[in-house]
């Protein structure tokens, strides 16, 4: 019985071990690819889609819009795709939230181009993919920092090499975006293993 139970304990402190050295591993991916410096003069930008509670970006939206918006002044020659669908509690798409933001903010219409289908952040990318002009090369993915290590993976999946431009994830909800990240890069993994 003793057998048993250090054979047990043995185990568990195994698969505790392992954990945390993963969940190290994708932390430090995470902090990488959101803290790599961002490139001047892209030929556009996709911003992915979050949360609208009606028609008002969620903050974590917010935070993307207005580094997108930012980046769009200082580089007038970018454009940007706004890639969301509609989900949930939502009014208008994902897509319309984030163009209202950027128009009030001061970006021309004429740069901004509307991708409102996606609900998923494969989604986002493959319609967003449809949508770059023949003669825009150089991309950047604007997302919350959290997300943009998988974002540029998923990119790649799609034969777009792409940057980043990491937004602020709100405070509120860290933990609980940092365990759901944790999961989607666990699924990601072996989606592409099985593919």
């Known amino acids: 019985m003793k057998v048993k139970k250090r054979t047990g304990m043995k185990i568990l402190i195994a698969v505790i071990l ?29 911003i992915l889609g979050a949360r609208v509670k009606g028609t ?31 989900g949930p509690g939502e009014d208008i798409t994902e897509a319309e939230a984030m163009q209202t933001d950027l128009i009030a903010q001061g970006i021309a219409t004429s740069r901004i181009i509307l991708e409102d289908r996606s609900t998923t952040t494969d989604e986002n990318i493959h319609f967003s993919k449809q949508l770059i002009p023949a003669d825009k090369e150089k991309g950047l993915l604007v997302t919350n920092d959290f997300h943009i290590y998988r974002a540029i993976k998923i990119a790649e999946q799609y034969d777009l090499e792409m940057g980043g431009i990491p937004a602020k994830t709100p405070e509120v909800i860290l933990v609980k975006t940092y365990v759901r990240e944790y999961m989607a890069i666990t699924k990601f993994y072996l989606w592409s293993l099985f593919k």
Not at 56 to 69: C, G, N, Q, T, Y
């Open 18 to 46: 392992a954990g945390s050295v993963y969940t190290a591993f994708l932390h430090t991916k995470i902090y990488t690819y959101s803290h790599r410096e961002v490139s001047k003069g892209a030929d556009y930008l996709i």
């Open 56 to 86: 008002v970006p969620s903050l974590a939206l917010k935070h993307r819009i207005d580094e997108a918006a930012d980046y769009l002044k200082d580089n007038p020659k970018t454009i940007v795709i706004v890639s969301g669908g509609k």
